[in-house]
């Protein structure tokens, strides 16, 4: 992963901990349906890769959201951990666990065929359908 950086972050009540060396700066939004009902909205995350570590890790309930892909969140506070795909094991995390300290910069949505019509956000994104997020990244992410 180019320009990765140390990252490290929590849930809400600190129960569970984690660190990644792997933590992208570039931000991405998904506008799926299931990201929204998972989150109340849009869901920002990072990609951390799959070398991530928990402190706290008996705290963290894990879903399973589809054939490839599960989300964990805290057992104690319900924050939401992690969007991870199954067989990379790769991390998507939401960007508010990190803090405000990390240079990070909004770059890119995805299921932007999904996102309702009430909000937009100003940044300039590469924007992407669900169908073209599939055929770039097929359903490893």
Same mark, same amino acid.
């Given at each position: 992963? @180019?320009?990765?950086?140390?990252?490290?972050?929590?849930?809400?009540?600190?129960?569970?901990?984690?660190?990644?060396?792997?933590? @992208?700066p570039?931000?991405?939004v998904?506008?799926?349906?299931?990201?929204?009902?998972w989150?109340?909205?849009?869901?920002?995350?990072?990609?951390?890769?799959s070398?991530? @570590?928990?402190?706290g890790?008996?705290?963290?309930?894990?879903?399973?959201s589809?054939?490839?892909?599960?989300?964990?969140?805290?057992?104690?506070?319900g924050?939401?951990?992690?969007?991870r795909?199954?067989?990379?094991?790769m991390?998507?995390?939401?960007?508010?666990?990190?803090?405000?300290?990390?240079?990070?910069?909004?770059?890119?949505e995805?299921?932007?065929?999904?996102?309702p019509?009430?909000?937009?956000? @100003?940044?300039?994104?590469?924007?992407?359908?669900?169908?073209?997020?599939?055929?770039?990244?097929?359903?490893?992410?």
């Open positions: 992963m @180019s320009n990765a950086m140390k990252a490290e972050g929590k849930c809400l009540c600190g129960t569970v901990v984690f660190k990644t060396k792997e933590a @992208s570039l931000v991405g998904c506008h799926c349906e299931m990201c929204r009902r989150g109340g909205g849009p869901f920002m995350g990072i990609n951390c890769g070398d991530v @570590s928990f402190e890790g008996e705290n963290i309930e894990v879903f399973n589809s054939d490839w892909a599960e989300r964990g969140f805290c057992g104690k506070c924050t939401h951990l992690f969007y795909i199954k067989r990379n094991k991390h998507m995390m939401p960007v508010g666990l990190f803090g405000d300290k990390l240079p990070l910069k909004f770059t890119h995805v299921f932007i065929d999904e996102k019509g009430f909000y937009d956000f @100003s940044n300039e994104t590469e924007q992407m359908t669900g169908e073209e997020c599939f055929a770039k990244f097929g359903e490893d992410g």
